[in-house]
């Protein structure tokens, strides 16, 4: 019906999008297209489309907890990571999202300053002969009782799962040079948000027992382990 009859011009310049937007729709539609070519509906959709939402949440949380743990340990590069978290929400079109940057770094430091605080569960025993079982999920032995994490020394050549293993029961070490090692500062980045940061290096270690843990986690663990373990040169 004439009284109907409306042109792509007329609906296109009904829309509420400026030159850039239109020229961005144009860019994703592909090359060639001119507004009066393309179905209004599809144009309009375009239009209102949101540019954001290209990263996840969870990875800006994530950098924020990364450097408040880092920030707690003194490490110069965490200002960086928080940096990366903000303007990754900038980039990302959606800048309150950086709140979840500061959010993540408020509980990563919170969660370091109280692992640090707590008294250390295997100071009765450090000096001594003890023979200790816990989960190995290749890097370290986490106890249940008392609820601790311990570095052994050397590391046994055992896949992930239940271990018994036996030796001396000494502190971490510091940086003995100038640009060296710091093995005490290493573990206490181990600690995390719900995981004990070690306190303890178990060295002489023996191993007397073990037992693979058979579960869809355990199979996971083990190709982790196969796949960082290092190759043996003959």
């Known amino acids: ?105 408020m509980a990563g430091y919170a969660s370091l300053r109280t692992q640090q605080a707590q008294p250390d569960r295997l100071a009765p025993w450090t000096g001594a002969l003890v023979t200790m079982r816990g989960d190995w999920d290749g890097q370290l032995l986490t106890l249940s009782d008392p609820r601790a994490r311990v570095a052994l020394s050397p590391k046994p050549e055992a896949r992930p799962g239940s271990l018994v293993v036996s030796g001396r029961l000494v502190g971490p070490e510091g940086r003995r040079t100038p640009g060296g090692f710091d093995q005490a500062a290493w573990l206490r980045a181990q600690g995390g948000l719900f995981t004990p940061a070690p306190t303890g290096v178990l060295v002489g270690t023996q191993l007397r027992q073990q037992a693979p843990e058979e579960s869809l986690r355990g199979w996971f663990r083990r190709g982790w382990w196969l796949a960082c373990r290092p190759v043996k040169r003959r």
Not at 76 to 89: E, I, K, N, T, Y
């Open 1 to 105: 019906m004439p009284g109907n009859d409306m042109s792509g011009s007329q609906m296109t310049s009904s829309l509420p999008a400026s030159g850039a937007q239109t020229g961005r729709v144009l860019g994703r539609l592909g090359s060639g297209r001119t507004p009066e070519s393309i179905p209004p509906a599809v144009l309009e959709a375009a239009v209102l489309e949101r540019p954001g939402g290209r990263v996840a949440w969870t990875v800006l949380l994530a950098l924020g907890v990364i450097g408040g743990i880092q920030l707690g340990l003194g490490a110069q590069w965490s200002a960086l990571v928080l940096v990366a978290g903000v303007a990754l929400a900038v980039w990302d079109a959606r800048p309150l999202l950086g709140v979840l940057t500061l959010v993540g770094t």
